[in-house]
């Protein structure tokens, strides 16, 4: 189903899609049967970013969504969860939560995309990761330890069950305040999706104010 869902969202360019305002249910997004627990303090709108460093689309999504998120207002809560499938997916979990243990995560996460994207590097083993990361200030040592540590496993066992939770069958993904969930395929584009995502915090905004 994943591949099926991947090579649906092949074709989808970075074209802005004229949707309708305010936005569908169905159409431009999905709600959960049962809404996932957030992470954010009281207030806050959570909108989670579930990507794999190995996709393509998810690389593709970096440049627009990181200009949406800086130019949201402090009650919107961005976070990224690593996507856990097994194989490399999980090995690149392991390396997204050990670089944010290391304190490195802010300046290794789009070199890690673009070395994997750009220079075709595949990353997933250990060793090749904490050689990468000691270009950032840790030891390879010090990487490694940190990317077979309990606290950093514990974590990729907690994004797969919250990935679980969130019924995502495939990546890039946006979940706003644990309830609603946008995808290429709905928003119509990689590019729609930060608006989609947008339109749901508005939402969600107004909800709380009724």
């Known amino acids: 189903m994943f591949k099926s869902l991947m090579a649906a969202v092949a074709g989808l360019g ?13 159409q431009h997004y999905t709600v959960l049967d049962a809404p996932v627990e957030t992470q954010v303090d009281a207030g806050q709108i959570e909108v989670t970013e579930a990507f794999w460093y190995g996709c393509p ?7 627009p969504l990181n200009a949406w998120v ?23 979990a392991l390396a997204f939560y050990a670089a944010q ?5 802010d300046a290794v996460h789009d070199d890690f995309f ?5 220079e075709n590097r595949s990353l997933t083993e250990i060793d090749e990761i904490a050689a990468f990361f000691s270009d ?53 584009s990689l590019a729609n999706m930060p608006q989609i995502a947008g339109a749901l915090v508005e939402k969600v905004r107004e909800e709380r104010a009724d």
């Open 70 to 92: 800086a130019d949201q207002p402090e009650d919107v809560a961005f976070q990224r969860m690593p996507a856990t499938m097994g194989g490399a997916w999980n090995q690149h």
């Open 14 to 26: 970075l074209s802005t899609l004229a949707f309708a305002d305010p936005v569908v249910e169905g």
């Open 101 to 105: 243990e290391l304190g490195i995560l």
């Open 136 to 188: 950032y200030g840790v030891s390879e040592e010090e990487a490694r330890e940190a990317l077979s540590s309990f606290g950093v496993k514990a974590k990729v066992n907690q994004a797969h069950a919250r990935m679980r939770d969130m019924q995502l069958m495939g990546v890039p993904a946006l979940i706003v305040d644990g309830h609603y969930v946008v995808t290429p395929s709905s928003a119509g």
């Open 114 to 118: 673009h070395a994997i994207h750009e």
């Open 57 to 63: 689309h998810c690389y593709n999504l970096e440049d």
